[in-house]
């Protein structure tokens, strides 16, 4: 116990500096997100609040960071103005039915985790984790090109006006004066790690503190976090505490037709939250080399989201950027996500007119240097050392990403690897064919056997040419799937109505169980008395292991 309490409190520091810089960078991202769905930036801030808080301390990765996110935002886009269309024009009843539609994606996936449904991301191929690491590395880059102010005049493009476009840009002061604080920030993010005396503090944290302090003290004309939110329609940054917004289930008719709109929007966004923490919670898992629990996670995002449903904010589930960040910082416990959560509600209260004046740039350099950070770069040194098929999938899954969404990149992702598995099992089926002494014609099966072998299967068999006795020898193979015994159940019969006789031969328990639940007559055609060492070791996995302890 005191060794278990000693390595957590030596960490506090890095936890609590990180979870500051998190802190800093949740605040553009939620109310970046917030202006995307279409509603007010406390709702984003509310969001990042509950839902970073509530997982933080429930959820199954400690060090990972959730909040508002704009997987989850682009999709709400619609729901909110198809929401809004349903009411009057003064009634924003699109707000209302987005918390209500978050409190039923909260209960979708508090579901998924008590099914354990979460266990399934480690069916995700490691293709598809490379793809959704490097689209939403270009997703987030592309994200934060949209802080930057326009470069040139309205109206002028670089084919049309090449001089007006090039005099546009490099006379745009504010332009480069931004990318510079940018360049200066991702300068300091790459050098300070090397200095003696800043290795204990979070780059991004002095990052940040040193491009601020030179906006504020040379009085910088630059965006910052308070003008943003104003040129987004926002009155500021300060807010009160959430309170319960019951006048939800007021405004909305809880009905069939309530029901028939939010439940596909539900469904989507839960499918999609589950799948981007999942696999956010893997890949935190390969840099701290350690194991969280997905179910876990799944009830805790769940439940984060109802609560933050009945009190006013958009949902939302992990954020890898910030959780990069995190880690990068030194955040390992579930005290970082915890101190960024709190001192976020903490700005929203007291702190909002420091924080308006963080200049944007800042902010964007340390997302940029995350977006270096998150692309799986070793994906251009592999490109001829993989199967094409999984460089195809690496790059369908980014393209998608970026495209679509994570959710249809991932699903097209894992359906081409398992299509691709299939087709590449189903050419391994082999045949070797002999014939004993006494004349029976033995076929001794290699490779698995499943829905997409059995064609090749089939073809091994002569049945009309055969002599009068068969034996079909199964021990390098093994049965997956119906398909597979009714394959077998047809060849057995065609032997049969040619009058010969067929023996089968080191079946798996469970393939005969089930081929004598088809027909009772295969009773007199599996052979179960083998004298065979090999087949004992496959059939009884406690005797294969007894033999190697004893080796």
């Known amino acids: 116990m005191t060794e278990f309490v000693r390595k957590r409190a030596s960490n506090i520091k890095n936890d609590v500096l990180s979870g500051i810089t998190v802190s800093l960078a949740l605040v553009p991202e939620a109310v970046a997100f917030a202006f995307v769905a279409g509603v007010d930036p406390l709702v984003g801030l509310y969001a990042a609040f509950m839902v970073g808080l509530i997982t933080s301390i429930f959820g199954g990765r400690p060090g990972m960071i959730s909040g508002a996110t704009g997987a989850l935002a682009v999709v709400m886009v619609s729901l909110v103005k198809d929401g809004n269309a349903m009411g009057l024009p003064d009634e924003n009843l699109g707000l209302y039915y987005l918390f209500a539609t978050v409190i039923l994606m909260g209960l979708i996936q508090v579901t998924a985790g008590l099914l354990k449904l979460g266990k399934f991301v480690r069916l995700i191929p490691h293709p598809v984790m490379m793809g959704f690491v490097n689209g939403l590395a270009i997703v987030i880059f592309f994200s934060q090109l949209g802080m930057f102010p326009d470069a040139v005049g309205e109206g002028t493009t670089f084919w049309n006006d090449k001089g007006a476009w090039f005099t546009e840009l490099f006379t745009n002061t504010n332009f480069w004066l931004m990318t510079g604080l940018v360049g200066l920030t991702m300068l300091m993010m790459w050098g300070l790690p090397k200095l003696k005396y800043t290795k204990k503090v979070p780059e991004a944290l002095l990052a940040i503190l040193v491009v601020s302090f030179l906006a504020i003290y040379f009085n910088l004309d630059v965006a910052t976090v308070g003008s943003f939110i104003k040129d987004g329609g926002g009155e500021g940054l300060k807010g009160g505490l959430p309170v319960l917004h019951l006048e939800t289930f007021q405004k909305i008719p809880f009905n069939w037709e309530s029901i028939k709109f939010i439940f596909p929007y539900a469904l989507?966004?839960?499918?999609?939250?589950?799948?981007?923490?999942?696999?956010?919670?893997?890949?935190?898992?390969?840099?701290?080399?350690?194991?969280?629990?997905?179910?876990?996670?799944?009830?805790?995002?769940?439940?984060?989201?109802?609560?933050?449903?009945?009190?006013?904010?958009?949902?939302?589930?992990?954020?890898?950027?910030?959780?990069?960040?995190?880690?990068?910082?030194?955040?390992?416990?579930?005290?970082?996500?915890?101190?960024?959560?709190?001192?976020?509600?903490?700005?929203?209260?007291?702190?909002?007119?420091?924080?308006?004046?963080?200049?944007?740039?800042?902010?964007?350099?340390?997302?940029?240097?995350?977006?270096?950070?998150?692309?799986?770069?070793?994906?251009?040194?592999?490109?001829?050392?993989?199967?094409?098929?999984?460089?195809?999938?690496?790059?369908?899954?980014?393209?998608?990403?970026?495209?679509?969404?994570?959710?249809?990149?991932?699903?097209?992702?894992?359906?081409?690897?398992?299509?691709?598995?299939?087709?590449?099992?189903?050419?391994?089926?082999?045949?070797?064919?002999?014939?004993?002494?006494?004349?029976?014609?033995?076929?001794?099966?290699?490779?698995?056997?499943?829905?997409g072998s059995i064609t090749a299967f089939v073809d091994k068999f002569d049945v009309k040419n055969d002599p009068e006795s068969i034996e079909i020898d199964f021990v390098e193979s093994r049965v997956s799937d119906h398909s597979a015994i009714e394959a077998i159940f047809n060849i057995v019969e065609k032997y049969e109505a040619q009058g010969k006789k067929v023996q089968l031969k080191h079946l798996s328990e469970e393939c005969k169980v089930l081929l004598l639940k088809g027909s009772p007559k295969f009773a007199s055609v599996i052979v179960d008395d083998i004298d065979d060492p090999r087949y004992h070791l496959a059939a009884n996995p406690e005797a294969f292991t007894k033999g190697l302890n004893e080796y």
């Open 268 to 451: 989507i966004l839960a499918a999609i939250g589950l799948i981007e923490s999942l696999m956010t919670l893997n890949l935190i898992d390969d840099l701290t080399d350690t194991r969280g629990n997905s179910n876990r996670e799944c009830i805790a995002q769940g439940g984060a989201n109802i609560v933050t449903g009945l009190f006013g904010g958009m949902g939302g589930c992990a954020m890898i950027g910030q959780s990069i960040i995190n880690i990068k910082g030194g955040g390992r416990t579930r005290l970082s996500g915890i101190v960024a959560a709190v001192l976020l509600l903490l700005f929203i209260l007291f702190g909002s007119s420091y924080i308006e004046q963080i200049p944007i740039a800042a902010l964007v350099g340390v997302m940029f240097m995350v977006v270096i950070g998150t692309f799986a770069w070793s994906s251009f040194r592999i490109i001829n050392k993989i199967p094409r098929a999984d460089l195809f999938v690496i790059i369908l899954v980014s393209s998608l990403t970026v495209i679509f969404d994570l959710a249809i990149a991932v699903i097209a992702g894992v359906i081409v690897s398992a299509l691709v598995f299939s087709w590449e099992n189903a050419t391994r089926i082999r045949a070797r064919k002999r014939t004993k002494e006494d004349g029976t014609k033995i076929y001794e099966i290699w490779g698995p056997l499943f829905f």
